[in-house]
């Protein structure tokens, strides 16, 4: 069955430096991952959308990375700042339009 | 970006009555909407399909009679909690796809239902 993994549940990292998180899958041929962020007690906001052709995509600070080799998604904030403090989430498409699985998510926190 | 309007926040009610979750597209609408729970800690489970004029498809172990779906218009679904139990108690988001591709999910601020 298809599985997401999301590399640790949580990561403490001193501002100014560059958060690295990882997505990896099995049993999947994704069209895409995306990336949301999560803020306790709020729903997921979308992120960044990388496609399967696609190996890297940029976002202001974020960066995305897509290995459909490796089947793994490394997400990257440069210059954190402690308001990139969240949970992210990675999410693989379902065969439905719309509908897709959710990893559990690794909570960033960003010490000042 | 699209909107996902989402109410209540919060809700506190005995157990046995019934609560209803309004999720309204605000500026798009939306053949399609999602329902998941969410307890602490862990990520979205997907309850339920929300198809504008028709039926809600259930994800398995989801009772249907127990979480009720309606999707009366293109810009507004419902999920009512029946006769609900403590168990029930959970953090509950709807989502809707916006534009041709259906890649991208809006989603609502969520709402914190307790049950007493």
């Known amino acids: 069955s298809q599985k997401i993994e999301q590399n640790s549940e949580a990561l403490n990292i001193q501002e100014g430096k560059t958060a690295t998180l990882t997505c990896n899958y099995t049993n999947y041929s994704p069209a895409y991952l995306q990336w949301y962020r999560q803020d306790p007690g709020r729903g997921p906001v979308f992120l960044l959308l990388?496609?399967?052709?696609?190996k890297e995509k940029r976002k202001e600070r974020l960066k995305v990375t897509f290995d459909t080799t490796l089947k793994q998604s490394l997400f990257h904030i440069t210059a954190s700042q402690p308001a990139d403090s969240a949970t992210y989430l990675c999410?693989?498409?379902?065969?439905?339009?719309?509908?897709?699985?959710f990893g559990d998510g690794t909570t960033l926190t960003v010490k000042p | 970006g699209a909107v996902v309007s989402q109410h209540p926040s919060r809700v506190i009610c005995k157990s046995g009555t019934s609560v209803k979750i309004e999720c309204r597209s605000l500026d798009f609408q939306a053949t399609t909407m999602f329902w998941y729970r969410q307890f602490p800690k862990q990520s979205l489970m997907l309850m339920a399909t929300s198809n504008e004029g028709s039926k809600a498809t259930y994800e398995q172990g989801v009772e249907k009679d127990k979480f009720l779906i309606n999707h009366a218009s293109l810009t507004l679904s419902t999920l009512t909690v029946t006769s609900a139990h403590p168990e029930d108690s959970s953090f509950y988001i709807c989502?809707?796809?916006?534009?041709?591709?259906?890649?991208?999910?809006?989603f609502g601020s969520g709402t914190q239902l307790s049950v007493l």
């Open positions: 990388i496609r399967e052709n696609e």
């Open positions: 999410a693989l498409p379902n065969t439905n339009a719309g509908k897709s699985t």
């Open positions: 989502s809707a796809v916006q534009g041709p591709t259906n890649e991208k999910l809006f």
